[in-house]
């Protein structure tokens, strides 16, 4: 008997298969059988202390619950989010590097701004632009609103790769009268590169001339951008954005999660930028209205909180986030000398939260099993194998990259 189907028939029924939390689960196993010390988790991907918790900022939970109950528990002032808090985060995240005309929509986390953009940008059977190693989630989103996927590869040599990027923009443009495009820059997920102003000049450049054809959207999400190691310095490209033809938007997407380690407070935003006021407020529009009918509202408590922080604990905030700059930035350093050392191969990383190893996916299903094998815990990604610094403590990631490189020898 075949069961009618209660979901629409056009969408998947395939379960997400949930690869992080699978072996999440299997590390913390482990950890059980053989002890904490005789176990690498290498595997979660938020901010952990050197003491193995999860990095919650003080000034962050103390503006919180310091707040009055009545705003932890009001609605939104609008759909769009309260204007306090848009103005911050247009002050806070361009830092006065975009002089474009610009709006900004409240977002259930940077997945919020990133989903309404994929959603609300491209009709069913159209093609969004992804990078070919990425977080998941792209995908699932492509998948759920019927859009096909074209991926350029991300490198060329230690380089991002213009070519690959031009080709199938190109191509997307072939059958298609849009293009939406998705980069994930600064401190990419799970490579942890970082484009140079350079290449964002040459991206803007070609996707200029792209919207000669067709309207050019460009998705950015900043994810990690506040733990960028050049802080300021890594929010200047911003202004490579100031030279988008009239036929370009913007939308970058900005989430609290990471940038106050507010994971489960589901806060984020969407910054729409554009020459033309006019192409803004057609997005604006629909985005409002995309964001009524699915979340309507966003956690006012985390804008609110947000404002305080930046008005009222920046030198804190500054101090604490720096903190944790500064770990990461040890142990990716620790773990890729002892990479380079041992002669384990790994994308070109410039900062973030992940190092990912590169290799086939062959050898990255054998592999990702033999380093289980030795207690090593990671994450499988396209093309890889994803090491989330992130969350190891200085001590763990010491030694690590040799005893890789001698597992991977032995595949
Ligand atoms: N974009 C990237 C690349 C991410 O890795 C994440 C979270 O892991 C997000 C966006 C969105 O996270 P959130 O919805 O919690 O803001």
Known sequence: LKMTNFVKDSVS???IVDTVFAIVNKAKEAKKTYGEDAVTDATIGSLYT???ELAALDCVFDSLKNLDNKVLASYAAGFTGNPDFRQKVIDWV??????LYKEVIATPGGTGAVAMTIQECLDPGQTVVLPEIAWGSYNLMAQMNNLEVAKYSLFDDDRFNMDSF???????????DKLVVVINDPCHNPTGYSMTREEWEEVIAFLNGCSKKCPVVLLNDIA???????????KKYFSVFDDISDNMA???AFSLSKSMTSYGMRC????????NPEIVNQLKTVFEKDARATWSNVNNGAMAMFVDVLDNRLEDYDAERQKYVALLKERSEIFRNEADAAGLAYYPYREGFFVTLSMDNDLRDRYHEALMENNIFTVKVNKGIRVAICSMPVSKVKGLAGHMKEILDEV
């Open 166 to 176: 031009r080709e199938v923009c190109t191509k997307t443009m072939e059958k298609q």
């Open 94 to 99: 361009l830092d006065g590097n975009s002089r």
């Open 13 to 15: 029924q395939t379960p």
């Open 50 to 52: 050197e003491a193995g």
């Open 250 to 252: 913007v939308v970058v």
């Open 224 to 234: 990690y951008i506040d733990f960028a190691f050049g802080q300021k310095e890594a």
């Open 268 to 275: 984020g935003a969407a910054i729409l930028m554009a020459k």
